[in-house]
């Protein structure tokens, strides 16, 4: 492979044309965008058209008999069929969060990268946030002795935070091809969470997997792997749940507040002498900066706090060249398959606790490792 990484990108909605299309053009020196596709023809080309691309399809598997290095799997239904398939192409796979839909497929799509010796990397660009980082770091020194994390995400709509950017849009695909797509999504969904209700299913997809799989992800990235699922709440407008992490117990609320354009998020790491915050703009801003506050006392004498803003690099951008590093270099990124594997582990767990009168049913169900058998 040369040292320009020749990519296709499947997908060409929302968070393509805001994000990953500009950034891969910006690393041109990494990435030779090969060809687009979107299941809307006017879409497709209109993305071509836009970012200087040769080709553009509406089928998946025409981007994969491409002459190509890599695929971005950026669609919003099921990734699965598409990354396993690029993958027993010898193709490396980038796919957007969710990995998949259901944690057995994602182990099918871990195994066809590991058989076909390629990198399959899942898109959870807040790990690559630089104030996320410097959190890390931080963190390290007092982890063992947090006794708190709480996590709180107040959801605004996105369309504000879009307006000016010239978004491309195209008719509904046919009926029939929706109704497809609509069928194997519910497959998918009863093999991660079998008979369950319907709100707590909906609330899987499109909650769980759609949104909290971020702040899931992120709190393992800072936390390690959780020993149990305390208790879930879970409904439409808004979500409870509490983690414990060994020593950790962590709070984390979701809410939809659909009249105000002002998204928040907060991770809060609080230990005897010091506490740690997180705050994150909504991820539809380019290069807005996550701020960081750093507060510490000496046994209730006296109290000091710091605000750090560490960078003004993009989280997304930092995510293709962590990409790119790991085709070309050959290492495994920092949110890998097995790492996505684990954030779909916790949101069946968390689905299926919800509502859970056993405080140890979830602890049962983070037990790690490979699935065995059905839900």
Same mark, same amino acid.
């Given at each position: 492979?040369?040292?320009?990484?020749?990519?296709? &990108?499947?997908?060409?909605?929302?968070?393509?044309?805001?994000?990953?299309?500009?950034?891969?053009?910006?690393?041109?020196?990494?990435? !030779?965008?090969?060809?687009?596709?979107?299941?809307?023809?006017?879409?497709?080309?209109?993305?071509?058209?836009?970012?200087?691309?040769?080709?553009?399809?509406?089928?998946? !598997?025409?981007?994969?008999?491409?002459?190509?290095?890599?695929?971005? &799997?950026?669609?919003?239904?099921?990734?699965?069929?598409?990354?396993?398939? #690029?993958?027993?192409?010898?193709?490396?796979?980038?796919?957007?969060?969710?990995? /998949?839909?259901?944690?057995?497929?994602?182990?099918?799509?871990?195994?066809?990268?590991?058989? #076909?010796?390629?990198?399959?990397?899942?898109?959870?660009? @807040?790990?690559?946030?630089?104030?996320?980082?410097?959190?890390?770091?931080?963190?390290?020194?007092?982890?063992?002795?947090?006794?708190? #994390?709480?996590?709180?995400?107040?959801?605004?709509?996105?369309?504000?935070?879009?307006?000016?950017?010239?978004?491309?849009?195209? /008719? $509904?695909?046919?009926?029939?091809?929706?109704?497809?797509?609509?069928?194997?999504?519910?497959?998918?969904?009863?093999?991660?969470?079998? /008979?369950?209700? !319907?709100?707590?299913?909906?609330?899987?997809?499109?909650?769980?997997?759609?949104?909290?799989?971020?702040?899931?992800?992120?709190?393992?990235?800072?936390?390690?792997?959780?020993?149990?699922?305390?208790?879930?709440?879970?409904? +439409? !407008?808004?979500?409870?749940?509490?983690?414990?992490?060994?020593?950790?117990?962590?709070?984390?609320?979701?809410?939809?507040?659909?009249?105000?354009? +002002?998204?928040?998020?907060?991770?809060?790491?609080?230990?005897?002498?010091? $506490?740690?915050?997180?705050?994150?703009?909504?991820?539809?801003? $380019?290069?807005?900066?996550?701020?960081?506050?750093?507060?510490?006392?000496?046994?209730?004498?006296?109290?000091? @706090?710091?605000?750090?803003?560490?960078?003004?690099?993009?989280?997304?951008?930092?995510?293709?060249?962590?990409?790119?590093?790991?085709?070309?270099?050959?290492?495994?990124?920092?949110?890998?398959?097995?790492?996505?594997? #684990?954030?779909?582990?916790?949101?069946?767990?968390?689905?299926? /606790?919800?509502?859970?009168?056993?405080?140890?049913?979830?602890?049962?169900?983070?037990?790690?490792?490979?699935?065995?058998?059905?839900?």
């Amino acid at each position: 492979m040369s040292s320009r990484i020749r990519v296709g &990108v499947v997908g060409c909605g929302l968070i393509a044309q805001v994000m990953h299309l500009p950034y891969l053009m910006e690393l041109s020196d990494r990435y !030779e965008v090969v060809a687009v596709c979107d299941i809307r023809e006017p879409v497709a080309r209109g993305c071509a058209e836009r970012f200087g691309v040769a080709a553009f399809h509406t089928r998946w !598997e025409d981007v994969l008999a491409q002459d190509l290095d890599a695929v971005l &799997v950026l669609t919003s239904g099921d990734h699965a069929p598409i990354a396993i398939s #690029a993958a027993q192409t010898g193709l490396h796979v980038f796919v957007e969060k969710p990995m /998949a839909l259901a944690a057995a497929d994602a182990e099918r799509m871990i195994d066809a990268a590991e058989a #076909a010796g390629v990198r399959l990397m899942v898109g959870m660009m @807040k790990r690559y946030d630089p104030a996320y980082g410097r959190l890390l770091e931080l963190i390290g020194d007092i982890r063992a002795s947090i006794r708190l #994390a709480r996590v709180t995400t107040l959801e605004s709509p996105s369309a504000p935070y879009v307006a000016h950017h010239p978004l491309l849009d195209g /008719a $509904r695909p046919p009926a029939a091809m929706l109704q497809e797509l609509r069928a194997a999504e519910d497959q998918a969904l009863d093999t991660a969470l079998g /008979a369950i209700d !319907e709100v707590t299913r909906w609330c899987y997809r499109w909650i769980l997997l759609d949104s909290l799989v971020h702040e899931l992800n992120a709190l393992r990235g800072a936390l390690g792997e959780p020993t149990q699922v305390v208790s879930a709440q879970l409904a +439409r !407008e808004c979500v409870s749940i509490t983690l414990r992490f060994e020593q950790t117990d962590c709070h984390l609320s979701w809410v939809d507040l659909p009249g105000i354009a +002002r998204y928040e998020q907060e991770l809060a790491f609080y230990a005897p002498w010091h $506490r740690l915050t997180l705050k994150l703009p909504s991820p539809f801003l $380019r290069n807005m900066p996550s701020r960081l506050l750093v507060e510490g006392g000496a046994g209730g004498s006296h109290s000091w @706090k710091r605000e750090e803003v560490v960078s003004y690099d993009e989280a997304f951008r930092r995510e293709l060249v962590e990409f790119a590093d790991c085709v070309l270099t050959d290492r495994q990124p920092r949110t890998s398959g097995a790492d996505g594997l #684990a954030d779909l582990r916790l949101c069946e767990a968390v689905a299926r /606790a919800h509502p859970c009168p056993d405080p140890h049913a979830g602890a049962l169900r983070l037990a790690h490792g490979r699935t065995e058998g059905g839900p």
